[in-house]
């Protein structure tokens, strides 16, 4: 079942068979919150014109919770998306901080000792 979905949802063939996984997931859980409703199962397989969603997501339903968790999905491409959530956090933190350094940089240009009035400085 995990082979068609891979197939499904257009992964290249030259990806890893678990960066595939990786990748179908993102697709199918459209919610990004790292939990599949069956819902959300049923939508993005019939999408992917991939047929038997009820029996698949019993299939990776392991704790009968109702949803499918990506370590109950595939627990090798778990560790991928997370830690490539982890980067993206930190790309962003650190666009954060930047931002702030430069607005705090603005923000400590003293125009008036420039000689020049808002009007004529240049951003």
Excluded: C
Excluded at 6 to 30: Q, T
């Amino acid at each position: 079942m995990k082979d068609r979905l891979v197939g499904a949802f257009g992964a290249p063939a030259h990806f890893h068979r678990i960066k595939s996984l990786a990748l179908a997931w993102r697709v199918i859980d459209a919610s990004g919150d790292n939990k599949v409703s069956k819902a959300e199962w049923g939508m993005a397989l019939r999408k992917a014109g991939v047929n038997g969603a009820n029996q698949a997501f019993r299939e990776f339903d392991l704790g009968r919770r109702g949803i499918i968790t990506l370590d109950d999905f595939d627990p090798e491409a778990a560790v991928i998306v997370r830690k490539e959530q982890e980067l993206e956090e930190e790309r962003r933190q650190s666009a954060i901080k930047a931002t702030e350094k430069m607005l705090q940089f603005r923000a400590s240009l003293d125009v008036s000792k420039m000689g020049k009035d808002r009007s004529q400085v240049t951003t």
